[in-house]
């Protein structure tokens, strides 16, 4: 793949990862839902190694299996 492919992946990706990080975090609202401690503490665990492999990946230059997160 050509450079201009992936600066066009990665910023339809990246923004749409924020924005999906964004909306996740409208869940904080306390008047709209219900949750624990330790329902946030697992988001936080997810999404930070969700990072973590991410970054491991371009640092190995491989693929890893994809997760599924349920609470």
């Known amino acids: 793949m050509s450079r201009d492919k992936f600066v066009e992946l990665a910023e339809k990706r990246v923004s749409k990862a924020l924005k999906d990080i964004r ?7 306390r008047t709209n839902y219900t949750y624990t401690d330790e329902d946030v503490k697992k988001i936080h665990q997810t999404l930070k190694k969700a990072v973590d492999d991410m970054k491991g990946r371009f640092d190995r230059k491989g693929s890893e299996d994809e997760d599924v997160f349920k609470l």
């Not at 909306?23 to 609202?29: A, E, Q, W």
């Open 23 to 29: 909306l996740i975090g409208n869940l904080s609202n």
